[in-house]
């Protein structure tokens, strides 16, 4: 508690404009102190006027107050001084160079707080006290702290902007309503403001509704995303399990066949080895009954002749095949044909069924936006008809509206129209009351010999030739001239740039639009309701879009059709 005190009486003996303990302190005639030197360093900032003020209060004085030291404050000072409790600067009340200043502070200045749009003063806390306490500034306006004051400043004569300009939109001073503004539609600032404030409410809604449709898409995404990923993994898992058990299946297969030939070969090459054997012992005999023939026939002794002889002349009947026949025969040839015919139509068979599974993965999709391809897509998307409600404020005066604001005509005779800051001026073209998001489709009916069906900003220009459809960046429209019973022409316009369009003649035009994806389609409709494709743009939107109809020619019309 007793430091609380002491930290109170430092702060009733700190001079608030070096925010230091008071220095030969002075009382000015309204009460406030402040060191001598502080208080003759700001008056000798403010020489150039005709008064001097104070910092705190800002009471101005006629003449500059003769300055006289104030004792008793000045022991007080010293007593705090001798106790050795400086009061300690407390930094992050100090205006960093990313922090607006207080304007009153001199030397290191403070963070202002608040800032007033009377004074066109950044105050910090303290130097904001007299804005609550004294009756003379009950008025005023204070508004979160802005270092952006200055553009409250009418450039051309250094008022305060307490005015908006409708005709103009912009805002004005005093003297910009008597001098070039005279004669327009203004109203206050601030009556201006409550207006745009609804429209700001709007707004708000429209987006917190997308917001909440997206963060909706955005969790719906990506737990589809999360399937995607499980059921890729475990398919990728699965096709690896079932190929190694082919491949398994296949060398269990090739192993088969493989121990069926080792098994033949050794069949059949023992098969031949014993009869090999047979005929290598028969051949042995016989060449040895050769040899002793043919030694008995070069004998002289006719009685070893005749006692050999018998024996010699005596074959054995051969317990072999008296010859090998030769005969086609069949090796393994005929297996390795028959390995590579199961081979083929294997490989036949796998591929055939692998563009199968080929087209499985091709077919694999997530939630993402498909674009229409039948009239019956297109209609699943139809805007509701509240969206396609003309919007009296924005058609020009050479306008009128019909069948509940749905249908525009041009008229030689101008409409009695309230002024309106979102009215077109000079040109016959009129926008919807409800922004276009998402995805949706509309159609219009339109007659005689130039109309324009388009989509633009709210932002768009609304006088001069920078506010027709088509002639900014802030519109796209589709022109449509009927030439005769037969021939009609389209032209696509945006950003001043004209594209000649051919396609068939029809009085009905759709209009698709995907705003997230930036797609932008116009389509001829024919009386069977067959759609044709005229053009189609590809871009990023940077803001909400509106439905509009431009009539250039007299005697010529355009409707929202209601196709719901």
């Known amino acids: 508690m007793a430091q609380r005190d002491d930290q109170l009486s430092q702060g009733k003996l700190c001079c608030s404009i070096c925010l230091d303990l008071l220095k030969d ?62 009061p300690a600067p407390a930094d992050h009340c100090y205006a960093r160079p990313e922090d607006v200043g207080c304007d009153v502070c001199t030397g290191r200045k403070r963070k202002a707080v608040k800032s007033c749009l009377q004074c066109l003063v950044s105050y910090c806390e303290q130097h904001l006290r007299p804005h609550y306490d004294s009756p003379a500034f009950k008025k005023h306006k204070l508004v979160d702290d802005s270092a952006d004051l200055r553009e409250n400043i009418c450039s051309c004569h250094d008022e305060v902007m307490k005015i908006f300009c409708r005709t103009d939109q912009k805002c004005i001073c005093y003297l910009c309503s008597m001098d070039e503004h005279k004669g327009h539609d203004t109203v206050s600032a601030a009556a201006e403001m409550t207006e745009r404030q609804k429209e700001v409410r709007v707004s708000q809604q429209e987006i917190q509704q997308r917001i909440q449709n997206r963060e909706k898409d955005v969790k719906l995404l990506q737990e589809e995303v999360e399937a995607v990923n499980r059921s890729a993994d475990k398919a990728v898992e699965d096709s690896e399990k079932m190929s190694t058990e082919l491949i398994h299946l296949i060398k269990e297969r090739s192993s088969d066949v493989k121990q069926q030939i080792r098994s033949r070969q050794k069949t059949e090459v023992g098969r031949a080895r014993i009869f090999l054997e047979k005929l290598q012992q028969e051949l042995a005999e016989l060449r040895r009954k050769d040899t002793e023939l043919q030694k008995l026939s070069h004998t002289e002794d006719h009685i070893q002749f005749l006692q050999k002889y018998p024996s010699l002349s005596n074959l054995t009947a051969s317990n072999v095949s008296s010859s090998i026949k030769n005969r086609p025969v069949r090796h393994f040839e005929d297996v390795t044909a028959a390995v590579s015919e199961a081979k083929g139509k294997l490989l036949e068979s796998y591929n055939k069924e692998l563009k199968k599974i080929s087209k499985k993965v091709t077919e694999v999709d997530v939630l993402l936006p498909q674009n229409p391809k039948t009239r019956a897509d297109f209609l699943h998307h139809a805007c509701h008809i509240d969206h396609l409600t003309l919007d009296p404020n924005t058609a020009s005066v050479q306008m009128s509206l019909s069948e509940e604001n749905r249908k525009a005509t041009l008229i030689s005779d101008e409409q009695l129209h309230s002024p309106h800051p979102d009215r077109f001026v000079t040109k016959s073209q009129v926008l919807c009351r409800k922004c276009l ?55 696509f316009k945006h950003n001043r740039e004209k594209t000649p369009i051919s396609g068939p003649q029809s009085f009905k035009v759709g209009v698709y639009l995907d705003h997230n994806a930036g797609i932008l389609s116009f389509y001829s409709v024919s009386e069977s309701e067959t759609m044709t494709l005229l053009h189609r743009v590809q871009t990023t939107f940077t803001q909400p879009l509106y439905a509009g109809l431009r009539v250039y020619r007299f005697r010529s019309t355009a409707e929202f059709c209601n196709i719901k």
């Open 25 to 86: 302190p002075v009382t000015i005639p309204c009460g406030h102190s402040y060191c001598m030197s502080c208080i003759q360093s700001h008056w000798d900032e403010e020489d150039q006027k005709e008064s001097s003020s104070c910092p705190q209060c800002r009471q101005t004085f006629g003449s500059r107050p003769v300055l006289v030291k104030n004792t008793m404050l000045a022991d007080l000072a010293e007593e705090v001084k001798k106790t050795g409790l400086q």
């Open 437 to 491: 998001s998402r995805r949706c489709y509309w159609e219009v009916q339109w007659s005689g010999s130039g109309v324009s069906v388009a989509v633009a900003y709210k932002t768009i220009s609304r006088n001069g030739d920078e506010s027709i459809f088509g002639n900014n960046d802030k519109s796209w429209a589709l022109e449509c001239a009927d030439k005769g019973a037969y021939n009609s022409s389209y032209n």
